[in-house]
T-cell receptor
Framework: DAGVIQSPRHEVTEMGQEVTLRCKPI?????LFWYRQTMMRGLELLIY????????DSGMPEDRFSAKMPNASFSTLKIQPSEPRDSAVYFC???????????FGPGTRLTVL | SQQGEEDPQALSIQEGENATMNCSYK?????LQWYRQNSGRGLVHLIL?????REKHSGRLRVTLDTSKKSSSLLITASRAADTASYFCATVSGGSYIPTFGRGTSLIVHP
C-alpha cells in the first residue's frame, strides 16, 4: 500500500483565492482525520470522518473551511476565501476505527500571501 | 483543549545516551499513542498502549503507562542521531474515539 496520499505537497496562493487540499486514505481504513500544524498552535484536529460521515467538525476554524468525503477513498479540505493566517501544514490521517493508530500523509504546506 | 502534554518541550543528548519523554493527561483514556515526526514529514506511529497495560516494548523503545498518575513515559535507549525528531503523545478517550495530541517534545541527538 502506498500509504496516505496528499496533494498538492506545496501550495502558494494569494489571499482571497480558493484552496483545495486532497487526501486518499489507506484502503480499508474507515476513519479519516484532517489536522493543521503550526508553530504557534501545534497540531490541531480540524475534522474527523467515520465511514465517510463527518463525526466532529468542531475544530474547523470558521465557515471559510469545509471538508467532504464523497467516498471511502477520497476527501477534500477547502478554504474559501483563503487568508494569510491559514498558512500551515495540513495533514490527513486515516485509521481502521478511530481509536487505533493513525497513519499520516506527508502533508500539504500551504502559504497564503 | 489538548489532553496530552509532553515534558520536556526540548531535550538535547549525546548519541548513545538514553532519552526519556513524559506525557501527562487529564481524563480517563482508552489508549495512549506515541508518534515521531521528522522535520518536514508527517507523524509516524511508534507504539500504542491500552489503558489496561502498564508497559510495552518495541526495539529500543519502552513505553510505560500509569493510569493512577495519568501519565506515560517514552524511553529511547542507546539513542542515535537518526532519532532526532519531535515526539508526540496522543490520548484516545473511550467516548469520542478522537485522538488528542500534545505539543510534542523536540529531541536532538548529537553524534
Amino acid at each position: 500500500d502506498a500509504g496516505v496520499i496528499q496533494s498538492p505537497r506545496h501550495e502558494v496562493t494569494e489571499m482571497g483565492q480558493e484552496v483545495t487540499l486532497r487526501c486518499k486514505p489507506i484502503s480499508g481504513h474507515n476513519s479519516l482525520f484532517w489536522y493543521r500544524q503550526t508553530m504557534m498552535r501545534g497540531l490541531e484536529l480540524l475534522i474527523y470522518f467515520n465511514n465517510n460521515v463527518p463525526i466532529d467538525d468542531s475544530g474547523m476554524p470558521e465557515d471559510r473551511f469545509s471538508a467532504k468525503m464523497p467516498n471511502a477513498s477520497f476527501s477534500t479540505l477547502k478554504i474559501q476565501p483563503s487568508e494569510p493566517r491559514d498558512s500551515a501544514v495540513y495533514f490527513c490521517a486515516s485509521s481502521f476505527e478511530g481509536l487505533n493508530e493513525q497513519f499520516f500523509g506527508p502533508g500539504t504546506r500551504l502559504t497564503v500571501l | 483543549s489538548q489532553q496530552g502534554e509532553e515534558d520536556p518541550q526540548a531535550l538535547s543528548i549525546q548519541e548513545g545516551e538514553n532519552a526519556t519523554m513524559n506525557c501527562s493527561y487529564k481524563t480517563s483514556i482508552n489508549n495512549l499513542q506515541w508518534y515521531r515526526q521528522n522535520s518536514g514529514r508527517g507523524l509516524v506511529h511508534l507504539i500504542l498502549i491500552r489503558s489496561n497495560e502498564r508497559e510495552k516494548h518495541s526495539g529500543r523503545l519502552r513505553v510505560t503507562l500509569d493510569t493512577s498518575k495519568k501519565s506515560s513515559s517514552l524511553l529511547i535507549t542507546a539513542s542515535r542521531a537518526a532519532d532526532t525528531a519531535s515526539y508526540f503523545c496522543a490520548t484516545v478517550s473511550g467516548g469520542s474515539y478522537i485522538p488528542t495530541f500534545g505539543r510534542g517534545t523536540s529531541l536532538i541527538v548529537h553524534p
